[in-house]
């Protein structure tokens, strides 16, 4: 038995050990036995067990016994790793490696190109390029040396791989980074599927939103169960095929984003599937939320770097809630830990994977356990994905995977020395193995036996000194064999003394050239240990002092606010209701509803606020509005009923507050305008602070959005070929479409009543059927089951609109715009709709230049339900006011006018039962003004909802000074980071912008 | 004799209109008009109660309480318990070069191509038969500016009055402005990290290619005789004899500051268009006698940390800090019909109401150069007199009822208020 002291630099031929029976040999048959038995070493078991002083024997690539007692076979290599720690290698669940990404077919999606409808995927596949369930990581993998020798490097000896494009992006397989033949390495074949909200390389247009993505992963779900019954229509696709036969696998879905996580979760929910969800690293900010989906998540450590921002005037363009991520995203897997959540942690999305350990480490420093760091790392990972049989700790019957480093894994100061993949050494710092620290006595002899002697002190493998009469620096390097030395021999002289040479065990000897050119021989001997010095951890620390907040970002809340029992006295109460104005009034406030309203009110226990002299109203409610969601447009067809805007809210835009100091408590959040039957809509309370659920009206009618005109027939597009093109076009879109819808229902029916007649049972109508998420909602509509606020500017469409409404025997609740809307006011009323018009805008495009501003007059003389709506995140804020112009333009009275922006939009909602105005028993939505609520000098002091004042003017000022306070601490931290020297990325605006009915998303977003 | 006599109830003419073609551009008046017993809003802060206003051949004669009214061929409107103004002026727009902004390219002449356009005029396109002119006017926008937009030296604007036959007619100030845009530092919305500093690069270099030309105009406007004429540097002669003043659009603080260090190496007077960060530089703009044409008080703050009144508060900061300032509605689903309503909102935000008002009218008119003209009702001035049924600033009051464009009484209809009784007709209404 042979012990290896330094465990020098056998690099095996790779192909020998791992020989492949299939293949034939060029050459001599090269078998070995490849058993090694590491020894006296620090075992790191698993996460939560350590062995002291204990033997690991390896056998072909695999463990096969650990503990204190081993017997080892004769044929053994023996490896000293005294003072040296075993852990088990990491596993990257996120990973691409030896997977490239497709080609992109085409230019990727732009809405001023042409709509791409058909996918470029050729063959017998689904009709969505970014549904490519058919792809199988396994037949795609690759192995790549260099980048396993880089994710080696980082501690990673196992990686689940998968193609990062589309939607649905078929299934991942479990690969060492050992550098062998592909064949060998595959430790699971199809173990994952992965999906995302990305169509990524796809070049067609749909979907062209995040609402989108969500919509076609829905309808993939369905599709995929029906197929099962290979129904003849379908013929053979492949993706759905593949879809079916991933299901059993773990199902992974990239969401990045908090937000996102929770919109994911709820997809998985409702089809039954828990999937495990990558996020983004802001998690941390909602964990509650995030605990709430019940997954178990893969977190990445990329966490944003300080900005450069000296420069005041860029500074003010970083928002706070960057600043503050900046600050906390460290804490992420320790919020995740602390709140029991399971995790898997992973390089992936860091732009220099080589900041993975330097970034756990943070997350170290910022309160995650070391233990659940490996944990996260190993057993998580493979137990997640079924392998832990055979990957993720160190026991016999698992591959070799295993790194022996100089202390605990996650130390600042630990050296990886070598990354053992299936019992294969490969280096990582091995120039480190052996201890070269030390006082060492140079001997330098030449020509002649004259003899130089020097104490060197070797203080690293690249630093060393020369300690005699000066100290001397000397050029040093070691690379874990061969060794190299210059130095000048005294301050005096200029030239300087080249040495090279070996290293065996304790003793150094070689060649050089002494300071004249003259050839010498050297040789150096260990003397004694450097002298120790106390271990100095980094330091201090400095935890993140930002606070959470709801929302995040600036005006956020530390905790919720809670209901209050309101005792508003003596105001002047414009009521909405037939009881009008009234003087001297008080508003009791009571479980968030309006419990009293009338003289001389008292509650023991109410806060009593004092407001003579100031008006209170209900809360405003837009009609129209585009807020609070993360994508608008599902513009790529002109049908997309499918798609919901409650499938992405964002509750953390800061137009919510804004809008609350404007007065607004409700917002209907509409898709925007770009295709004739646009999404469904959601309508909101504002309560900031909330998350997307919390945002929800509870209880309220689903509507859905549909547009005529100018923008579904993309006038301003440069080359249109989306049908359709004209208005003719447009009305034949809604026939097509209802006509579609009819026929789909009595497919439906037939199916139920078929099925019935046989067995006497209801069987479920979609064995047959394809169920169709798009036919759903307009199946509603005809059903009065959902109600439809239209888009409209001329007289023409809004006519055959209401026509072909009638036809199919619905109603169009709602026309909102309607600029036109005073031409046809008496069909209008004849037929039964709302109206919802802007104040005074027009001459803004060709379809509005018959647009007056007496509009709304007319229309409301007419009787028809008149709203005013915003549809503009600034002008929302001032719908007060807005409604007062038709005071000026129309003379209406100034409560008719106030109605138009309370109850009139709370009727044409369908919830004037529960808030538009103000009526004991209504939820308490009420706005205190400072003056005349129609005046444009009144400023909302208070805006309540449902008894929780979510907006006080008083408040507000305070809580600017507080933002401004912590800008200037981050700024000043950031600022700092320079100054101390360390990398700095160029500054970049933040990103913020108010979404408008035709924002469309940019590509690749 | 003859004495007419005008009540101000009906702010509609019973006269019902099938098309714009039947508004008409007043005829001249030469005579004398008064205006009596009004609340008088002056347009310089102060508020003159039940007070009278004398106009003779279309220039204002006397502002006082005691003037008599002659009993004669004069005409006479009792203002009593109504509000009087100067008519508005709107600084900054393209009315009459843009009709219908999009997709009706054909009605469009405010954009013209290439970099460098001094010489071009917006005057010379402005189409008086603009539908809407006439809305403006009812809302008391009697002048405008209208303005050339595009390339990096866009032209010179006019400033126009708003009833006229044509463009020579509606001249009330030619060329009084050069416009420019000043180059942004900020890189486009998506664009990567590296962008920064490109686009800090970008606009220094388009700064000194600005200041190139000014100093090739410089030099060649010096010299006496010219072989080859260059209509370029021809155009900007009255910048640099102080007859035009340099309008700089910027909105962010660099921009501003390169606008004045423009300003200063030429010895132009300088106008900061947009000035959206000009509180952030106010006392600098002081200083350097720079004042602003703020666009939109009617705009969502610039970051989502910003206070959420900002926009709304800047006209009582720049006040604050003594700029001559004045506002500008640039909402462009309004067409600039809500300026009283940004000076409104001003107004709720920290300005006194008269400095809001004049932040419309006199303020506007020293910035474009007209004020010795109009922007006041003060003798000697332009009888340029909206009269409205209430504060003109709060929309619930604003009500125009009578216009005076130099002395002329202007009609008030429009389209808008033609489709109105033609509807109301229809449906009986009326």
Redesign the interface.
Known sequence: MKTLLCAGFFFLAVSASFAQKTFPVNGVADERSDTYLFVNATIVKDAKTTLNNASLLVQKGRITAIGNNITAPKNTVTIDCKEKYITPSFIDIYSDYGITLPQRSGIPFSYSAPARFNSDTKGAFGWNQAIRSETEGVKLFKADKEKAELFRGLGFGTALTHQKDGIARGTGVVVTLADARENLVIVKERASAHYSFSKGTSTQSYPGSLMGSIALLRQSYIDAAWYKNNPAAEGVNLSLKAWNENQSLPQIFEANDKWGDVRADRIGDEFGVQYIIKGGGNEYQRINEIKATKAAFILPVNYPQAMDVEDPNDARYVSLNDLKHWEMAPTNPAVFEKAGILFCLTPADLTDPKQFLVNIRKAIQNGLSESKALEALTQTPATLLSVYDKVGSLEPGKLANFLISSGPVFKEKTIIYQNWVQGQQYNVTNEEWSEIKGIYQLTIRGAGNAYLSFPLEVQSASFARITDKDTLQAKFSFNGKTISISFTPGNHSKSVIRLSGIVSGNQWTGNGEDTTGAPVIWSAAFVKALPSKTATDSGNIVLPSAKITYPFGSYGWEALPQPQTLLFKNATVWTSEAAGKLENTDVLVKDGKIAQVGKNLSDAKAIIIDVTGKHITAGIIDEHSHIATASINEGAQSVTSEVRIADNLNPDDINIYRQLSGGVTSSHILHGSANTIGGQTQLIKLRWGADDEGLKFKGSDPFIKFALGENVKRTTATANNRFPDTRMGVEEVLMDAFQRAADYEKAIKNAEAGSKGKKGAAVNPWNTVRRDLELDALVEIMNKKRFITCHSYVQSEITYTMRVAEKFGFRVNTFTHILEGYKVADKMKEHGANVSTFSDWFGYKMEVADAIAYNAAIMQKMGLNVCINSDDAEMARRLNQEAAKVIKYGGVTEEQALNMVTINPAKALHIDYRTGSIKVGKDADLVLWSDHPLSIYAQAEKTVVEGIVYFDRQRDLELRKAIAAERNRLIQKMVGEKKSGKAVAPFKASHYEALSCDEHEESGK | MRRIFLFLLLSCIGYVGMAQDDIYPAKEYKGLLFITNGTVHVGNGQVLENTTIEVNNGKIVRVGQNIPVPQDDVKVFNAEGKHIYPGLILPLSDIGLK??????RGSNDYRELGDFNPNIRSLVAYNTAS??IN?LKANGILLVNTVPQGGTLSGSSSVVQLDAWNWEDAAYLADGAIHVNIPSF?PA??AP??A??EAAKAALEKTEEIKSFFRQAKAYLAADGHDEVNLKFESVKGLFEKRQKLFAHAD???QILIAVDIAKEFGFELVVAGGSESWQVAPLLKENNVSVILNAA????????E???QPFKTPALLQKAGVLFALNDDV????Y??LP?NA??A??YGLSREEALSAITLNAAKILGIAAKTGSIEAGKDANIIISEGDI???????VTHAFIQGRQVSLEN???Q??ER??HK?G?K
């Open positions: 009709e219908i902004g999009s997709g009706v539908a809407m809305v900020v919305r998506f990290p590296a920064q500093q962010r603080v660099k009617h705009s969502l703050p610039a970051t989502e940390d206070d959420i009144d462009s689903n309004s067409r019909r809500n309503f409104g909102t107004a709720s600033l709060d929309m619930k009051s604003s009500v389209k808008q208020t489709l109105n509807y109301l449906y209404l």
